[in-house]
């Protein structure tokens, strides 16, 4: 199998995770009431950035150690 | 399903996440696609996966939408019993499947569940088999896309149609693509997506309710409510000394026999949905580790899908007005904790995540139950009944149609199942008929070479058979006769709870047939040779060498790891 599973893992989360954190960058503070205010989207936004960006490096390298 | 719940109304940010989701999900398939040469590529993934991607969708491909709301309604319902359908009916079960039974399915070189019955035994063992599964299949994934429609409608006001439409076609479209391969890949990258689009619920729910402690007091609450001792929802195994003392009805021998042996082995063992995730591995010792590497995860998923029920029933309990809608019988919706937790605490933008994480689980579980039908239909009811002696195209040409075929009856089974409030009874009902004996006929199998093919056979007849009477000849409290037993008249038991007389019916289908296997083998000649059954039979095959290996990758000692952490779990958790 060619396909690296990592890459399309990490670049679907890292995704994910940019689209959380802008939005909970953008978003009313009022919205947090029931996640026990809390800004969730920020926070598990982050969360699923690293873990994208962690599975990306690992694809990276992988591709990187095997050459072009 | 009544329909007092307010819609939730999701935002551009929230369809922003699912598009994406699905994006990723067909992607996966375009791409995976041109790996598709041959039928062994389409059905068995070309067996080249590696251990950790086949341990993952190993364990994906049991999570379907159904496991994720039937397990959270259980949690709500019974409260930490429901742990036992992890560390008792699914962790031990997965370590002899790897360990045991897996050089047996994968040194055997049988495509399928059913072909190895039909090199171990005979032709017509075969055949039943593969026409019960391939029913059974299809009837569970038109389960899981009735309940997710019918949950999508009630939350979310959507379509009933449009939701049967949209989440068939898109599975639909990645397996026609790619096949098993596209299917395994796309349910790891469902499987993160479960576990990070659930996790932040079960973490502000249990701040919400003051961590575990805060919990096990609600419970408290919950447990002694309801005429039961103060821990019943917060302990696994201290009330099982009698049915009448805790919520799920059973004592400890019908739970540890019916529940951790019957059913637990019997899906685990021999339900080709997750042996084919095994099989497609790259080599043996991988297929050997298949189940054993998903077992780790396994074993921590409780606090994934069953606490926010155990969550969802505290907070209804301890809050005035509740939170959870009533049923059409006036208790609680128990299968609606999952939804209405997520509507509870997620705003938009994280909410879109953990529904399209609902959407993965569905797809997970629906994608398993149609490859595991179209290798089935094409192998060992196509090929061996229908039109044998094709080239290698037909068949491949035939999986595809088979398909879209197999999506469609699904959907056509997807407006059969209304009559149960808990889902999970009724896939144990279906699976007490028809796979509860089945264990016992591949045990005999495996490590008895004297099992002949008669017996096999007529041991199955009669085990299903035994399951349906006692099914018929008992009720379980309350229930009206009919679909829920006692419907050959006469009522000669009667059962504290569903779910006892499930595990009762599974434990006397197994031991019937069981019985019955060894007594007609004794009587029938052998009808495989010695030589027949190298590779097949326990005793006629050499063992696998695992002496090379690093200690972490042998599986008897990644097996022995694994059981070890789950007896912490249940002591710790009592």
Redesign the interface.
């Known amino acids: 199998m060619n396909l690296d599973l990592r890459l399309p893992i990490g670049l679907m989360f890292s995704i994910f995770g940019v689209m959380l954190l802008g939005y909970g960058l953008l978003s009313d503070a009022s919205i947090y009431a029931r996640s026990l205010g809390i800004n969730v989207n920020l926070w598990w936004g982050l969360v699923l950035l690293a873990f994208g960006l962690v599975m990306l490096g690992f694809a990276l390298r992988a591709r990187g150690a095997r050459g072009p | 399903m009544c329909c007092t719940v307010p819609h939730i109304n999701l935002g551009s ?1 929230d369809y ?2 699912l598009g ?2 699905f994006a ?1 999900v067909l ?2 398939g375009w ?2 696609r041109r ?1 598709v040469k041959g039928s062994e590529d389409f059905f068995l993934a070309g067996r ?2 590696p251990a950790w ?1 086949c341990g993952l969708a190993f364990l994906s491909a049991n999570l379907g939408a159904q496991e994720v709301i039937g397990m959270a309604a259980s949690g709500a319902k019974y409260g930490m019993m429901t742990s036992h359908f992890y560390w008792l009916g699914a962790i031990p079960a997965m370590v002899f499947v790897g360990i045991f039974m897996m050089p047996f399915y994968y040194g055997s070189r049988a495509r399928s569940v059913p072909e190895y019955l039909k090199l171990r035994f005979d032709e017509k063992t075969r055949g039943f088999n593969a026409i019960t599964f391939a029913g059974m299949t299809v009837l569970s994934s038109g389960i899981s896309m009735y309940a997710l429609a019918k949950l999508l409608e009630l939350v979310l006001g959507w379509n009933f149609h449009m939701s049967v439409v949209l989440s068939a076609v898109i599975v639909l479209a990645y397996i026609f693509l790619g096949g098993l ?1 596209s299917a395994i ?1 796309n349910e ?2 469902q499987f ?2 479960i576990v ?1 689009g659930f996790l ?1 619920l079960v973490l ?1 729910g249990l ?2 309710v003051g961590g575990w402690d805060g919990l096990v007091a609600k419970l408290g609450i919950v447990a002694t409510n309801a005429g039961y001792p103060d821990g019943a929802w917060s302990n696994s195994w201290r009330h099982l000394d009698s049915a009448a003392s805790n919520p799920m009805g059973v004592e400890w021998f019908g739970l540890a026999m019916g529940l951790g042996f019957v059913l637990s082995f019997g899906y685990w063992c021999t339900d080709f949905l997750v042996v084919q995730r095994a099989m497609a591995a790259e080599s043996m010792t991988a297929a050997r580790r298949t189940p054993l590497l998903a077992a780790i995860p396994k074993m921590l998923f409780p606090a994934l899908v069953i606490l926010p029920g155990m969550i969802a029933i505290a907070l209804h309990t301890t809050t005035p007005g509740g939170l959870l809608p009533a049923g059409p019988d006036g208790t609680p919706n128990y299968n609606l904790a999952v939804p209405v937790m997520l509507a ?7 909410l879109g ?1 953990g529904l399209t994480a609902l959407m993965a689980s569905f797809m997970s579980g629906m994608a398993g139950n149609v490859t595991a039908f179209n290798t089935v239909w094409t192998y060992d009811i196509y090929q061996s009944y229908l039109r044998p002696g094709q080239s290698d195209r037909h068949y491949l040409r035939m999986g595809h149609a088979a398909t879209v075929f197999g999506i469609l009856l699904s959907v056509v089974a997807a407006y059969a199942a209304t009559r149960f409030n808990n889902i999970m009874d009724m896939l144990q009902l279906i699976f007490a008929f028809v796979n509860a004996p089945l264990f016992a006929t591949f045990l005999l199998g495996m490590f008895w070479r004297r099992a002949t093919g008669h017996g096999a056979f007529f041991g199955l007849l009669i085990g299903t058979g035994a399951a349906a009477v006692h099914h018929g000849l008992v009720l379980s409290q309350g229930a009206p006769p009919g679909l829920k037993g006692g419907f050959l008249g006469t009522v000669l038991h009667t059962y504290p709870s569903e779910m006892a007389q499930n595990f009762w019916t599974a434990i006397i289908a197994w031991t019937s047939c069981f019985v019955a296997t060894i007594l007609i083998s004794l009587l029938t000649p052998k009808n495989k040779s010695d030589d027949d059954l190298r590779g097949l039979v326990y005793s006629l095959t050499p063992r696998q060498q695992d002496g090379g290996m690093p200690w972490y990758k042998r599986p008897a000692t990644l097996g022995a790891v694994v059981l070890g952490l789950t007896a912490v779990l249940n002591i710790i958790f009592w």
Not at chain 2, 344 to 350: A, C, I, K, R, V
Request: glycine share 6%.
């Open positions: 940010v922003a996440i994406v989701y990723f992607g996966i791409i995976v790996y080249s996966i991607i391969t890949y790891v990258l993160f997506l990070l932040p502000l701040k919400d509870h605490y997620l705003p938009s933008g994280l995540l």
